[in-house]
């Protein structure tokens, strides 16, 4: 096995290396200066010179030449050492200026390119020259005294929004600190640097309950240290304002660089290093697909199955040889295998030209940083297993097969996740661009696609989604009531303020028959208003690029298509039908009549915040109007309720949608041969209604308590006769 991996990292870097030369630059006048990308002081571009220059580092120690490789291991150290030297030339500490005419160096940000690539110092150090040893000295110190100072303040908040949510970080400060004082112990600032190293540690990866915690780090209890909780008591985390998976990988990715640094000292990392990095991992391990792809329920700002996903490797690591889960390992070789089949697609060794054309002619500043990453990571996986003694052996767990139901909840996000080894189910209110639900094959990660999902996109300048949610769970269930409104952040009105535009009703349950879920969703017009663009209620987003093979087979009532991803132009199919499953793995219904449309973009339509584009994705709806009416106050965009399913096609049984009073009520078939009800009330007044052959999926009482319940939904299923009230 770890043959294999070896050998997979080694031919991946060795493609890379086609690609690094295109993107390579030498400073005039100095030949023994050059840089990788666009060679500014920004922190992106020093991160990616330096990400490629410790992965050389890490190749050119190869222990033979390498077969195929269009440079020699002379060569490629050669150019590693020409981007460290050019590193250490711009640093403040440094002889010369950046490509942009400025330095780097003394920030937040400044040193997580230097711990990314930490693992490959020792393969550089036997060539370097004394005074560029000194020089990476002066700049180490510089660096740890700037974080050290009372001017670098520790910051810890549950909030994303409130600029003081810092937990990767705080890591990866907390890393370069220690490091510099093991490294040198003989320094006057070593003690200040390793005692700021705690405080920042040990407000990475914290909770509330750490406030209260007498357990003594430095010899002083945790609750002394303790700044503020970065993560929710569920071990959520709110980076970037949304429940975000991928910098929980982040987090936990410095720490398995700072475990290693101990690990090859023959060391073991001071207890504040890991603190509830293990408790972290048990919950990360349930948002990854079974190939190694990250299940990001809450979405995701940047590029998809990009950096946070490139992260994942030394996690993986970390989890099969430190925390001894059994399920890394095959975590791990399904990544690999994604990360190399990717490449192999692209004709200049890059590991996204092909699906991220767009974006390397738009920005190659973002691109060049993209692709440093993986080479990094690979090379973190590659100096891994080439050190090791031994080839590590691991059982299979049921985790690998996804056997074991695992159910989730989190309430500061309102986020809700069933997964099983069929499905995987979840709400979340507070993700990336607003609400978004999955119902998604567990086994197939070509359909994820998180912005939105099926909650419906309106065309507002700015739009920002203001919910609030009740979420209930229950065994093998959740039900979800959201109500609340969306701001047009950006009026058309010179210096006008943010102004409510649309109001929004939304009702969800995921049925305990480890298939499906119904949606309900009502959005109505707060203003006079005009959407350009119009609207899209359902917006269930397939992706349709590589990662499927550019191809879904759709097909309903009288209707079958396949589709080709990334089409030459737009367009909208009506498919005249009520029902629609894809590729026989994602079952469709309307509820409440509408037929499905299929909107096709000509252009990659997964956006990146800053407009760039990532992925391709077809996007079933129920309305999407070609000529947008004015809006009155009060007028209904679209009220709409449709069943999803893990299926190839429909439960046995019919499908309804009435109003009794001012209760709505669905009743559906689930897949488990019995019948539910989702009762909703979207009003504020109570209602009374007798079902007298429905029951709570929880429990009676909870029934009594919560079916007429204002502004509430509730579930039941046929089974033990409830007594008429």
């Given at each position: 096995?770890?043959?294999?991996?070896?050998?997979?990292?080694?031919?991946?870097m060795?493609?890379?290396?086609?690609?690094?030369?295109?993107?390579?630059?030498?400073?005039?006048g100095?030949?023994?200066?050059?840089?990788?990308g666009?060679g500014?002081?920004?922190?992106?571009a020093?991160?990616?010179?330096?990400?490629v220059?410790?992965?050389l580092?890490?190749?050119?120690a190869?222990?033979?030449?390498?077969?195929?490789?269009?440079l020699?291991?002379?060569?490629?150290?050669?150019y590693?050492?020409?981007l460290?030297?050019?590193a250490?030339?711009?640093?403040?500490?440094?002889?010369?200026?950046?490509?942009?005419?400025?330095n780097?160096g003394?920030?937040?940000?400044s040193?997580?390119?230097?711990e990314?690539?930490a693992?490959?110092?020792?393969?550089?150090?036997p060539?370097?020259?004394?005074?560029?040893?000194?020089?990476?000295?002066?700049?180490?110190?510089?660096?740890?005294?700037?974080?050290?100072?009372?001017?670098?303040?520790?910051?810890?908040?549950?909030?994303?929004?409130s600029g003081?949510?810092?937990?990767?970080?705080?890591?990866?400060?907390?890393?370069f600190?220690l490091?510099?004082?093991s490294?040198?112990?003989?320094?006057?600032?070593?003690?200040a640097w390793?005692?700021?190293?705690?405080?920042?540690?040990?407000?990475?990866?914290?909770v509330?309950?750490?406030?209260?915690s007498?357990?003594?780090y430095g010899?002083?209890?945790?609750?002394?240290?303790?700044?503020?909780?970065n993560f929710?008591?569920?071990?959520s985390?709110?980076?970037?304002?949304?429940?975000?998976?991928?910098y929980?990988?982040?987090?936990?990715?410095n720490?398995?660089?700072?475990?290693?640094y101990?690990?090859?000292?023959?060391?073991?990392?001071?207890?504040?290093?890991?603190?509830?990095?293990?408790?972290?991992?048990?919950l990360?391990?349930?948002?990854?697909?079974?190939?190694g792809?990250?299940?990001?329920?809450?979405?995701?700002?940047r590029?998809?199955y990009?950096?946070?996903?490139?992260?994942?490797?030394?996690?993986?690591?970390?989890?099969?040889d430190?925390?001894?889960?059994?399920?890394?390992?095959?975590?791990?070789?399904?990544y690999?295998t994604?990360?190399?089949?990717?490449?192999?697609?692209?004709?200049?060794?890059?590991?996204?030209s092909?699906?991220?054309?767009?974006?390397?002619r738009?920005?190659?500043?973002?691109?060049c940083?993209?692709?440093?990453?993986?080479?990094?990571a690979?090379?973190?996986?590659?100096?891994?297993?080439r050190r090791?003694a031994?080839?590590m052996?691991h059982?299979?767990?049921?985790h690998?097969?996804?056997?074991?139901?695992?159910?989730?909840?989190?309430?500061y996000?309102?986020?809700?996740?069933?997964?099983?080894?069929?499905?995987?189910?979840?709400?979340?209110?507070?993700?990336?661009?607003?609400?978004?639900?999955?119902?998604?094959?567990?086994?197939?990660?070509?359909f994820?696609?998180?912005h939105?999902?099926?909650a419906?996109?309106?065309?507002l300048?700015?739009?920002?989604e203001?919910?609030?949610?009740?979420?209930?769970?229950?065994?093998?269930?959740?039900?979800?009531?959201?109500?609340?409104?969306?701001?047009?952040?950006?009026?058309?009105g010179?210096?006008?303020s943010?102004?409510?535009?649309?109001?929004?009703l939304?009702?969800?349950?995921?049925?305990?028959?480890?298939?499906?879920?119904?949606?309900?969703?009502?959005?109505?017009?707060?203003?006079?208003?005009?959407?350009?663009?119009g609207?899209?209620?359902?917006?269930l987003?397939?992706?349709?690029?590589i990662?499927?093979?550019?191809k879904?087979l759709?097909?309903?009532?009288?209707?079958?298509?396949?589709l080709?991803?990334?089409?030459p132009?737009?367009e909208?199919?009506?498919?005249?039908?009520r029902?629609?499953?894809?590729?026989?793995s994602?079952?469709?219904?309307?509820v409440?009549?509408?037929s499905?449309?299929?909107?096709?973009s000509?252009?990659?339509?997964?956006?990146?915040?800053?407009?760039?584009?990532s992925?391709?994705?077809?996007?079933?709806?129920?309305d999407?109007?070609?000529?947008?009416?004015?809006?009155?106050?009060?007028d209904?965009?679209?009220?709409?309720?449709?069943l999803?399913?893990?299926?190839?096609?429909?439960?046995?049984?019919?499908?309804s949608?009435?109003k009794?009073?001012?209760?709505?009520?669905?009743?559906?078939p689930?897949?488990?041969?019995?019948?539910?009800?989702?009762?909703?009330?979207?009003?504020?007044?109570?209602?009374?209604?007798?079902?007298?052959d429905?029951?709570?999926?929880?429990?009676?009482e909870?029934?009594?308590r919560?079916?007429?319940?204002?502004?509430?939904?509730t579930?039941?299923?046929?089974?033990?006769?409830e007594?008429k009230?």
């Open positions: 096995m770890d043959f294999d991996i070896i050998q997979n990292c080694r031919i991946s060795m493609r890379f290396l086609n690609f690094f030369r295109q993107n390579l630059r030498s400073v005039a100095e030949p023994g200066l050059a840089w990788y666009t500014e002081a920004d922190h992106w020093v991160q990616s010179n330096l990400n220059a410790g992965a580092a890490v190749l050119a190869e222990p033979e030449e390498l077969s195929g490789s269009p020699s291991r002379d060569e490629i150290r050669e590693a050492l020409k460290f030297r050019y250490l030339a711009t640093h403040c500490t440094g002889t010369r200026k950046a490509a942009n005419g400025q780097w003394r920030q937040w940000i040193v997580l390119g230097l990314r690539s693992h490959a110092f020792d393969h550089l150090f060539y370097m020259t004394r005074e560029e040893k000194e020089a990476f000295a002066l700049l180490r110190c510089a660096e740890a005294d700037f974080l050290a100072s009372d001017a670098y303040e520790v910051l810890a908040d549950v909030d994303g929004f003081k949510n810092k937990p990767e970080s705080n890591i990866w400060n907390g890393s600190l490091r510099a004082a490294d040198m112990p003989e320094h006057p600032h070593a003690d390793r005692e700021k190293s705690s405080k920042l540690l040990l407000n990475g990866i914290s509330g309950a750490d406030a209260l007498p357990v003594l010899g002083k209890p945790l609750s002394l240290w303790h700044v503020g909780a929710t008591d569920a071990f985390l709110d980076h970037h304002g949304y429940m975000n998976v991928g929980s990988v982040i987090c936990l990715s720490i398995a660089y700072m475990c290693r101990f690990e090859l000292r023959g060391q073991t990392p001071p207890s504040e290093v890991t603190l509830h990095a293990e408790e972290l991992w048990k990360v391990r349930n948002f990854i697909f079974p190939d792809r990250l299940l990001r329920i809450g979405g995701d700002t590029a998809r990009t950096y946070c996903q490139c992260y994942l490797l030394p996690v993986l690591l970390m989890a099969r430190r925390f001894h889960d059994p399920s890394a390992s095959k975590l791990l070789q399904g690999l994604l990360l190399d089949e990717e490449q192999k697609l692209g004709a200049d060794g890059g590991f996204y092909r699906r991220l054309a767009a974006m390397k738009r920005s190659r500043f973002y691109y940083r993209l692709e440093s990453d993986p080479f990094a690979l090379s973190f996986v590659l100096d891994f297993h090791q031994s080839e052996k059982a299979p767990s049921p690998d097969g996804g056997e074991k139901q695992f159910q989730w909840q989190d309430d996000h309102n986020a809700l996740l069933i997964r099983n080894k069929e499905s995987c189910r979840s709400f979340v209110r507070a993700a990336c661009g607003g609400m978004s639900t999955l119902c998604l094959p567990a086994d197939k990660s070509s994820a696609e998180w939105r999902n099926m419906g996109w309106f065309d300048c700015a739009p920002v203001r919910m609030q949610a009740d979420c209930r769970s229950f065994s093998g269930g959740f039900t979800v009531f959201a109500s609340g409104r969306i701001w047009d952040e950006k009026p058309w010179e210096g006008q943010p102004v409510p535009a649309l109001d929004e939304y009702a969800a349950a995921a049925l305990p028959d480890g298939k499906s879920m119904i949606c309900y969703h009502k959005v109505s017009a707060l203003r006079e208003i005009t959407l350009p663009h609207w899209k209620s359902l917006y987003r397939i992706p349709n690029d990662f499927n093979g550019e879904r759709y097909a309903g009532e009288d209707f079958q298509r396949e080709a991803g990334n089409p132009r737009s909208v199919i009506e498919t005249g039908s029902t629609l499953t894809c590729d026989g994602l079952f469709l219904r309307s409440s009549g509408e499905f449309k299929i909107c096709r000509s252009r990659q339509n997964v956006l990146l915040s800053c407009g760039l584009s992925l391709y994705a077809d996007e079933i709806v129920m999407c109007p070609a000529a947008p009416p004015m809006l009155a106050p009060g209904v965009l679209f009220e709409r309720a449709w999803i399913a893990v299926s190839g096609k429909p439960a046995a049984g019919d499908v949608m009435r009794e009073g001012r209760l709505l009520v669905f009743t559906l689930g897949y488990d041969g019995k019948k539910y009800r989702m009762v909703l009330n979207p009003t504020q007044n109570g209602e009374m209604a007798d079902f007298d429905f029951i709570d999926c929880s429990s009676l909870s029934c009594r919560r079916l007429f319940a204002p502004r509430s939904v579930l039941l299923h046929a089974g033990m006769q007594r009230r």
